[in-house]
């Protein structure tokens, strides 16, 4: 009796599953995007087409098409396909997914293949479990992830599993999606509407259809077209993929300087401001502000550390929300701002001499003859007082075995 009710809900289920998991491609001739990994003639493509899978990792952000890509595998593959999410599942889960494939294996000569969605949520004694299956070849391992799989992943699975890295959906291949979706709905959707969905989608095909059903079941309640209105009720704030506790962390922060290093001030605002949506720390950016007055701008705007200094002064004084306005205005300033090296070549150069040739004893005529007996070691004897003595300017301060050196080499 419950498996008459469990077919008849799976049946049902279909029918009420949203517009995204009624258009889930089958096929890899279907899929949308990524054409860089599953291109004609790519290797994974071939790989799928010719089911001979390897292990892999498929990391990338939500509506991307990592499930849907593992789905066409199971699909097409004459291996068992077997399937876990991370969320819910236990090491004696795997275990036992691990005993079926071996027996599988030895019974029927069947290959397995486990699909491990969230596989960024198994902790290390879970992927440690499943390290021999994959080593030995026992399974195949798909894996799939929205966060790093390099900061997340145990290196040893890692090194058996080839990564793949999926990008968001451009706003040509979303408004691909879109109108497939209404294909499917039976509706027409205007060009203009259909491109304000791809571009509400913020590069999710999930989110995209998602938007557009909602929108469109608002209309037919109204009993009127398809309007923007309900384009936009639907979609509403799209929300931060931000995590400031993994890649994403490093990536904003790199683009962020690369930004006002290249001096791009719009760029340089932009990454700014998907940081401070995303909550991270105002006090780490006003950080990263000050090192890069100095690092790529320096001797050739020395007001820029003031600038950054204030912004950083204004973070610990005023807080968000009104110290966005310190950050940006510092932002607009170091990106606007000439650019020179010369502080990070110098102070490096002079590392590596003391460094190579340790702390040399700075000569007699600077050393420290504030205290009593220093002049009976000669310690400031000769030394030439500048405010005086205009000579003192010419003399090489330097330790005697590297007079000569120079560190600092001014700009134009």
């Known amino acids: 009796m419950s498996d008459l009710f469990s077919d008849a809900a799976e049946g049902r289920a279909s029918e009420i599953a949203p517009l995204a998991a009624r258009l889930r491609p089958e096929r890899l001739e279907d899929f949308v995007g990524q054409a860089g990994i599953v291109g004609e003639d790519s290797a994974l493509a071939r790989a799928i087409a010719e089911d001979r899978m390897g292990s892999a990792v498929f990391y990338g952000p939500p509506g991307s098409g990592k499930t849907t890509l593992a789905r066409i595998v199971a699909g097409v593959t004459g291996a068992a396909f077997e399937e876990l999410s991370a969320v819910s599942a236990s090491v004696a889960d795997v275990r036992a997914v691990l005993a079926r494939a071996k027996e599988r294996l030895g019974a029927q000569g069947r290959r397995t293949i486990l699909f491990l969605d969230e596989i960024h949520r198994f902790n290390k004694a879970q992927q440690d479990a499943l390290l021999p299956a994959v080593e030995s070849g026992l399974v195949t391992l798909i894996g799939a992830t929205t966060e790093n799989p390099y900061f997340e992943v145990n290196s040893a699975l890692l090194s058996r599993t080839q990564v793949y890295e999926l990008e968001p959906l451009s706003h040509e291949e979303l408004t691909v999606i879109a109108r497939r979706g209404a294909a499917h709905l039976d509706t027409e959707v205007p060009d203009e509407l259909v491109d304000l969905i791809a571009a509400k989608a913020g590069g999710d095909a999930r989110n995209a259809l998602n938007i557009l059903e909602l929108a469109w079941s608002t209309a037919q309640s109204e009993g009127g077209p398809l309007e923007e209105r309900h384009v936009e009720d639907a979609a509403r704030r799209r929300p931060v993929v931000y995590d400031k506790g993994g890649d994403a962390h490093y990536d904003f922060t790199s683009a962020f300087i690369k930004a006002i290093r290249g001096s791009d001030p719009d760029a340089a605002l932009y990454y700014l401001a998907a940081m401070l949506e995303g909550g991270e720390d105002p006090r780490y950016i006003a950080r990263r502000l000050l090192v890069h007055a100095s690092e790529d ?100 301060y330097l330790p005697e075995e590297l007079r000569g050196r120079r560190y600092y080499e001014p700009g134009e």
């Open 297 to 396: 701008i320096g001797m050739a705007d020395s007001q820029a550390l003031l600038v950054a200094a204030a912004a950083a002064h204004a973070v610990e004084h005023v807080g968000l929300p009104e110290a966005q306005l310190n950050l940006a205005h510092a932002t607009i300033y170091l990106a606007a701002a000439p650019k020179s090296n010369a502080v990070v070549k110098a102070i490096g150069a002079a590392r590596r001499d003391v460094r190579e040739h340790g702390a040399i004893r700075p000569p007699k005529p600077l050393r420290d003859a504030s205290y009593r007996g220093a002049k009976k070691l000669g310690h400031g004897e000769g030394y030439v007082y500048s405010p005086d003595d205009p000579a003192g300017y010419d003399v090489d």
